[in-house]
């Protein structure tokens, strides 16, 4: 599919200025980590393995570049990687580099979602980072060009680019194309109406399921909803952390908005390929580019968009590989002064392709820019910084996709830190799209010990209009695996209850969840926190006005009933990856991390 890019696509002016910066000749690799595997007579062994690809001299003596995919075959997000990453070797040739393609795992939530496969995909995070920093560290890779198109394997990416810290540039898969009911359909008006998103699938669920929408409409809805390669198209997690990766600094500007079936995102992958060596020349590497005021850059960007609350989970991780600290508490309070003005799904009206129409994250940021909330000598992947970018940038609002930052659609970001007895070490809520009156909530508990128990009793409608649903056990450790609960908080609005009850869990939700649901509730329950403690019928207050979450029971008697807390509920994983997951990870509030991260680091990769 073959698409014009936008006037904000990366042009042959760009390219060519970095171009021209760029050694063209024999490049140094005295400080480079290749030359413990090109340089040298004792290196005569590992060189042969090169010939034996195909390389000739040269590229031998070059700096080699890693590029690194989620490619598979596991869902639409990931299939146009192995395309886009062919253009990303271009790109590092014509700059006189040698490119070393390899491929990670990626676990896909819209896929693993409802099920016990939910349990492998935070895992899959660390997985990923790990896997990459091996393949990096084994091989001696001096750069890297990370692309990834699905929840976890964006952060995941991003992570491990700056555990390694070395010149990196991320991008991004593309977003999904928005579904839409063929004419003539027997589908009710409300979904023929409206662009799809695998959203809608899991809501239609919860419609089938109360009877208001027919076994002929679903099988209608499942054909089309989903057209064509990318990533889910609101602003779920994937989009959430696309959005990230520029305003971070990890990826060239505009570069995660281009839809995926567009031939016009190998552009933007020759040009991240070319970046890169420009990175490596100039010896500008991650941790040069993610710092304390890029991660409040790319809080804010998340908050005005009414992104997923797992970036309050990522960005935390991502900070972690730096040694910065920058908690849960912190993106909250982010997000608690950002006025929230781009309208997307699934509080709002658009989907990814209509973001990128508007102009992206480039007139986001200088909006945000505009109200003095974005840190301009932030540096990015092109070699300039945030403000020199952001200069370049002539288009504006569109006053429907963007709304102008002093006329916000709410003025406060989408997401709210919660935090009070129940919820010591924090929670978070997404409140986009939810009006004022309806962010506050008191109501009994009714308590589940697992997903699987909620979902089968919102499905038998075994709950009450005004109760608080709280499922526990399914925090990192506890669960193990944090699962995200999209298919009870679906169901939940499939039935028209999205703003009758509220819900509350340890682990986490998709980012196309809406209704009022807190996720992150810290301690967790395999910890003895107080969501361990609740007893059906204790009175729940969730005030994302004053950022509390709260239960109506005494110091006292919370202690009380501590000292009878049998323990962390045993699980079935006694073996194996989630096995080993659980006895690593650390708390939400931190990013739910498994290793001590840059403060403890002895050496740095890059400088070895």
């Given amino acids: 599919m ?9 042009s042959e002016r760009d390219r060519d200025e970095e171009m021209g910066a760029m050694l ?4 140094d690799k005295s400080k480079l980590p290749s030359r413990h595997v090109t340089e040298g007579p004792a290196r005569a062994p590992h060189r042969s393995y090169y010939y034996a690809m195909g ?13 690194a995919t989620c490619w598979n075959e ?6 146009a990687l192995s395309r886009q990453a062919q253009a990303v070797k271009l790109g590092v040739k014509s700059a006189s580099g040698t490119p070393r393609e390899f491929t990670t795992i990626t676990v896909t939530d819209g896929i693993a979602m409802g099920h016990e496969g939910m349990r492998s995909s935070l895992a899959s995070r660390e ?18 060009v990370g692309l990834a198109g699905c929840d976890k394997s964006l952060p995941g990416m991003m992570m491990a680019m700056v555990r390694l810290n070395v010149p990196s540039v991320f991008i991004y898969g593309g977003s999904i194309l928005p579904g839409k009911v063929p004419a003539g359909s027997n589908v009710p008006e409300d979904f023929a109406s409206r662009d799809l998103t695998v959203q809608d699938m899991f809501e239609a669920v919860g419609r089938h399921q109360n009877g208001t929408l027919s076994d002929e409409a679903l099988a209608v809805l499942e054909r089309v909803a989903c057209p064509s390669a990318g990533a889910c198209g609101g602003q779920f997690t994937a989009n959430t952390m696309a959005c990230v990766s520029e305003a971070i600094g990890l990826a060239l500007f505009n570069s995660s908005g281009a839809p995926a079936p567009y031939e016009s995102r190998d552009q933007y992958a020759t040009a991240s390929g070319e970046a ?16 304390r005021e890029s991660l409040e850059n790319a809080a804010r960007v998340v908050a005005c968009t009414g992104g997923s609350t797992n970036a309050g989970l990522h960005l935390p991780a991502i900070a972690h590989e730096a040694g910065i600290d920058f908690d849960l508490f912190d993106v909250c309070e982010i997000f608690r002064d950002t006025p929230y003005f781009v309208d997307l799904k699934p509080g709002g009206q658009y989907v990814a392709k209509d973001l990128y129409d508007a102009g992206g994250i480039p007139v986001v940021m200088k909006e945000l820019r505009r109200a003095g909330l974005i840190h301009e000598h932030c540096m990015t992947a092109s070699g300039r910084t945030i403000g020199e970018e952001l200069d370049r940038i002539d288009r504006e609002v569109d006053g429907r996709v963007i709304h102008p930052v002093d006329a916000p659609l709410s003025k406060t970001g989408g997401v709210v830190g919660l935090k009070g007895n129940l919820a010591p070490e924090g929670g978070i809520v997404k409140v986009a799209g939810i009006a004022a009156e309806d962010q506050v909530f008191t109501g009994p508990a009714r308590v589940f010990e697992c997903e699987e128990d909620a979902f089968a009793a919102v499905k038998a409608r075994e709950y009450k209009e005004g109760e608080v649903l709280v499922i526990r056990n399914e925090g990192p450790a506890g669960g193990p695996g944090m699962r995200e609960m999209l298919a009870t908080t679906a169901a939940l609005s499939g039935q ?6 509220a819900l509350i869990t340890d682990g986490r939700f998709s980012g196309a969840t809406r209704g009022f649901c807190v996720g992150h509730v810290g301690p967790e329950a395999a910890q003895g926190g107080p969501i361990a403690l609740i007893k059906d019928g204790d009175t729940i207050t969730i005030d994302a006005i004053k950022g509390e979450l709260s239960v109506a029971l005494p110091d006292e008697e919370l202690a009380l009933r501590k000292q009878a807390w049998p323990g962390p509920r045993e699980t079935e994983y006694a073996s194996g990856a989630l096995w080993k997951f659980a006895q690593l990870v650390g708390s939400t509030v931190k990013g739910a991390v498994t290793h001590p991260g840059a403060k403890a680091e002895k050496h740095v990769y890059m400088d070895q």
């Fill in 24 to 27: 063209k000749g024999k490049f």
């Fill in 127 to 144: 997985a990923i980072a790990d896997t990459v920093e091996l393949t990096m560290r084994g091989h001696c890779y001096d750069a890297l």
């Fill in 74 to 79: 596991a869902a639409p997000c990931n299939i």
């Fill in 2 to 10: 073959l698409v014009p890019m936008p006037p904000l696509a990366y």
């Fill in 276 to 291: 890169v060596m420009n990175l490596l020349e100039k010896n500008i590497r991650a941790r040069d580019v993610v710092t």
């Fill in 55 to 67: 390389l000739g001299e040269d590229e031998i003596h070059q700096p080699f570049v890693g590029v």
């Fill in 496 to 501: 028209g209850m999205g703003k009758k009850v």
